[in-house]
């Protein structure tokens, strides 16, 4: 994707980078509610906080959900406060849809 810019001078052309795209929606992802889905059947559920290059991801305020035989009953969640879940561990990670409607590149398309 070619963006022109123009400071002074002539335009200039430059390739806005993949790595950069993927930054910019990580970052609207921010302090959106996630679930988090473990390797060991656990469901982490709360407010993304950060992640780093390992793909390990902090929420806040999250709960646990434990891996029920019976799929009608969730039972109580575990509260957990801050949790940092190993990236090796991740299995799915889902994003309410609520929570998306205002990121650039998420939302509903008109």
């Known amino acids: 994707m070619a963006t022109m810019i123009e400071e002074n001078g002539p335009s200039t052309h430059y390739q806005v ?17 996630m679930k988090i889905r473990m390797t060991d059947g656990r469901t982490l559920v709360g407010l993304f906080l950060c992640t780093d290059r390992d793909c390990n991801v902090i929420l806040g ?35 309410e849809a609520d929570s998306l409607e205002d990121v650039p590149g998420f939302g509903a398309s008109h």
């Open 17 to 33: 980078s993949p790595s950069y795209q993927a930054r910019q929606k990580l970052e609207g992802l921010l302090n959106k509610n």
């Open 61 to 95: 305020s999250a709960q646990e959900f434990l891996k029920s035989s019976d799929t009608f009953s969730q039972g109580e969640p575990r509260v957990l406060g801050l949790a940092m879940i190993p990236g090796h561990h991740v299995v799915s990670i889902e994003v």
